[in-house]
């Protein structure tokens, strides 16, 4: 067996560069350069799949392994291509993807860095970079990479029910406890207090405002009469960036009420402000860039949603802690999110660990493993964000933010002079993502108006657009379409209550430039010309995967 594992006194690393080599000779056969899916054939379902495999005694052959990988392969997405405009998912660089992959031949385990050599420096280091960011003293600061947004938002309130009673990571929550987040907020906010036994109904969701932003009286009223209640607050989740709007919350007026709220009730605690950044943490990149002379020459709209959104994440220095997605906006493969809280002894239960200054840390005395949530950890995280950080710079990911705001600023006003596609997402999002309906002629009513019609109205325009999407679904199992857009409830809701579902091109890859835009509006226009000719008809046959439902409710 050893032939599997690298020889420690012949290291030959050509080795492992030869199975990739295969494993992409076999993986590409399926690849079609010029489309965003990886074409598929598999008619199967999960079950019949599984029929086909057992496990051998022999073993079998790396290369009909290879093939099987390959095969299975079919229906994936390369996010790095321009037709990928389905959420928030992003291509990994190229450096991230070989430096976590190499390591992984060492398994440097981020339990503790006696056996990792120096390579939990990387974690401190990235920690330090983003506390540098976000205006706080990384000496004072702590953090550390974990499994997900979600587990970000999970230490969040954990360490917030620290703040209420540090005895109840020994003796167990006591006391009636709630958490706010808003109606905009991801659903694992809730999910989060689930996981903790505070139940994701003490969660209270907070109405917002249309630019999806909190509301702040609503807060207040709803966090006072919590606390007469004899309520306790574990944790405010505010948002720094939501998935398809990319609101971010006013942190800073939020902060305010808090500490109105701890004086006017006398409490012994400070209930946590968390700011849920995994995706708007990377609008930092712009602080101190130059608007007035806008040397990366950022068109008008894109300068102005650049700079607003770069002004309310900056307040998120305010806040006590904030999560960072590096496997969302940073541009790493999965899983790479990280933690980071202004006072670094709220890392740790101070029943069990009392933590080690910034100062006093030295090889072999560093063990996240004391107190975070994982025992074993992956480096994986910490190796790709850092090597991000540093190869892209500051420029760099003004340059892929700037550009993603860039072009889709650019979509938005082809898709809205061809008349046949309304952009519903123009005043109420400062993000990059859009949203818009197919309209059955340039006559059909404004999205914005669907509300006053008859019930049919509405229906017979929200078919029209989901039969598009379906017939493009079609197209792409066809071959014919080269991008792959999704259908969404979006956050919009219609005047009459309802939300009907649209059309969403959510770009993620540099590679998403205007002449992709251009291509694209083209594409689809004329894919929208061939749908009129056969909508009455239509029946969606073959599809890439299960469709999304028709949403109006
Ligand atoms: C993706 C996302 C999460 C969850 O993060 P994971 O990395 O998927 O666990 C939480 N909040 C927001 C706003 C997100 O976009």
């Not at 050893?2 to 690849?31: A, G, H, R, T, W």
């Not at 712009?286 to 770069?310: E, H, I, V, W």
Request: charged share 25%; aromatic share 12%; with cysteine.
């Amino acid at each position: 067996m050893k032939e599997y594992f690298l020889d420690p006194f012949k290291p030959n690393f050509s080795n492992f560069i030869e199975q990739l080599m295969q494993l992409n000779d076999n993986v590409k056969q399926y690849i079609r350069n010029d489309v965003a899916r990886v074409p598929s054939s598999i008619e199967e379902n999960y079950a019949t799949l599984l029929s086909k495999e057992e496990l051998s005694e022999q073993g079998e052959d790396l290369d009909a392994i290879y093939s099987k990988l390959a095969y299975y392969s079919q229906g994936l997405i390369r996010w790095n291509h321009p037709g990928a405009l389905i959420n928030v998912n992003p291509p990994a660089s190229i450096p991230s993807t070989a430096v976590s992959s190499y390591f992984s031949l060492f398994s440097p385990n981020g339990a503790q860095d006696m056996s990792t050599g120096y390579l939990l420096t990387t974690e401190l280091a990235v920690v330090k970079m983003l506390s540098q960011l976000a205006d706080i003293d990384y000496k004072q600061s702590g953090g550390y990479f974990t499994f997900g947004g979600k587990s970000t938002n999970i230490h969040a309130i954990k360490h917030g029910l620290q703040r209420i009673s540090k005895d109840y990571g020994t003796n167990g929550i006591r006391d009636d406890v709630v958490t706010f987040s808003s109606t905009q907020g991801h659903p694992c906010h809730a999910e989060a207090c689930n996981w903790l036994g505070i139940g994701d109904k003490n969660c209270i969701r907070i109405s917002t405002n249309k630019m999806g932003e909190i509301n702040l009286e609503e807060l207040e009223n709803s966090m006072s009469a919590a606390l007469e209640q004899g309520k306790k607050v574990a944790c405010i989740t505010l948002n720094g960036g939501t998935t398809i709007q990319m609101t971010i919350d006013p942190i800073k007026k939020v902060v305010d009420i808090r500490d109105r709220l701890v004086k006017k009730y006398e409490l012994e605690y400070i209930p946590r402000i968390h700011i849920d950044s995994v995706i708007g943490w990377v609008w930092l990149f712009f602080k101190n860039y130059d608007f007035a002379t806008n040397p990366l020459n950022f068109s008008g709209k894109a300068l102005q949603k650049l700079q607003r959104q770069m002004k309310r994440i900056s307040e998120i220095r305010y806040a006590d802690s904030f999560g960072v997605d590096f496997h969302k906006t940073g541009f790493a493969p999965y899983l790479s999110s990280v933690y980071i809280t202004k006072d670094k002894s709220e890392l740790f239960d101070q029943n069990h660990y009392k933590g080690i200054s910034y100062d006093e840390l030295e090889y072999g005395n560093y063990s996240p493993f004391q107190y975070t949530l994982e025992l074993s950890r992956p480096l994986n995280g910490a190796l790709a964000a850092y090597v991000n950080l540093k190869s892209f710079g500051i420029q760099g990911f003004q340059k892929i933010i700037g550009g993603l705001m860039d072009a889709s600023e650019y979509l938005k006003d082809l898709l809205t002079d061809t008349k046949r596609f309304e952009i519903i997402n123009n005043e109420d999002s400062d993000g990059f993502v859009t949203l818009f309906v197919a309209k059955e002629d340039m006559n059909s009513p404004s999205f914005f108006d669907l509300g006053e019609l008859q019930a049919d109205a509405i229906e017979q325009f929200g078919q029209y657009n989901y039969k598009f999407y379906l017939f493009l679904l079609e197209k792409q199992k066809k071959g014919e379409c080269w991008f792959s857009i999704d259908y969404s409830t979006g956050y919009h809701r219609l005047s009459n209550g309802k939300k009907l579902g649209v059309l969403k091109a959510y770009p993620m890859t540099p590679y998403f430039d205007k002449q992709a835009v251009e291509k694209l509006t083209e594409d689809i226009v004329r894919f929208q010309q061939e749908f009129d000719k056969v909508k009455e008809t239509f029946v969606v046959k073959e599809v890439p995967h299960k469709p999304r439902p028709f949403v109006y409710r």
